[in-house]
């Protein structure tokens, strides 16, 4: 059974830093595409960033330059280093598998971690 | 960049009314166009891919169709359990995703 479970949210003033996880389990991350998207409080679905199965990593222009995605393969876990934030990327976080193969839709998603930025 | 609209916002059914959300994309995206269902507290599932597409333990009264600039979701025959948030996500523009505005359900 597929699954992923995010950790690692919590409270930051603005300017700081947080690494969240996604710890995956029923498939192997490096063979995936891997996805960030966020959920700002009551406001819809924002893509954050991507790394594809070959190691390319791309980001939304918001995140650009501040945020990091990475993966350990040994762990099957991905990660989104955040530096530098600001109160407008606070918001719930969700990693998700997009689909194999086509890297189309994103077939499975994690239950999210809060991110809350503020002094 | 391609935007996705929805319309529209809100929607307030009755059970077993049919319901149908738009997604208009800014610019020509085939077929790939893609629907989610998000629950309050829930994150996102998957409920259409590729327009029209089922996917697997999906109840079947939610269906897709469109193709290009135009898609619909419809869901006959509404149950209370289908209140929820409804996105679509287009994937034309890889490794760019982008999302519709989302269209709430609620049941009357």
């Known amino acids: 059974e597929v699954q992923l479970v995010e950790s690692g949210g919590g409270l930051v003033q603005p300017g700081g830093s947080l690494r969240l996880s996604c710890a995956a389990s029923?498939?192997?991350?490096?063979?995936?595409?891997m996805s960030w998207v966020r959920q700002a409080p009551g406001k819809g679905l924002e893509w954050v960033s991507v790394?594809?199965?070959?190691?390319?990593?791309y980001y939304a222009d918001s995140v650009k330059g501040r945020f990091t995605i990475s993966r350990d393969n040994s762990k099957n876990t991905l990660y989104l280093q955040m530096n530098s934030l600001r109160a407008e990327d606070t918001a719930v976080y969700y990693c998700?598998?997009?689909?194999?193969?086509?890297?189309?839709?994103?077939?499975?998603w994690g239950q999210g971690t809060l991110v809350t930025v503020s002094s | 960049e391609i935007v996705l609209t929805q319309s529209p916002d809100f929607q307030s059914v009755t059970p077993k009314e049919k319901v149908t959300i738009t997604c208009r994309a800014s610019?020509?995206?085939?077929?790939?166009l893609h629907w989610y269902q998000q629950k309050p507290d829930q994150s996102p599932k998957l409920l259409i891919k590729?327009?029209?597409q089922s996917i697997s333990g999906v109840p079947s009264r939610f269906s897709g169709s469109g193709s290009g600039t135009d898609f619909t979701l419809t869901i006959n025959s509404l149950e209370a359990e289908d209140a929820a948030t409804y996105y679509c996500h287009q994937s034309s523009s890889l490794p760019q995703l982008t999302f519709g505005g989302g269209t709430k359900v609620e049941i009357k």
């Open positions: 590729y327009a029209s």
């Open positions: 998700a598998r997009l689909a194999y193969l086509s890297g189309s839709y994103l077939d499975y």
């Open positions: 029923g498939f192997t991350v490096s063979s995936n595409y």
């Open positions: 790394i594809y199965s070959g190691g390319s990593t």
């Open positions: 610019q020509s995206i085939g077929s790939s």
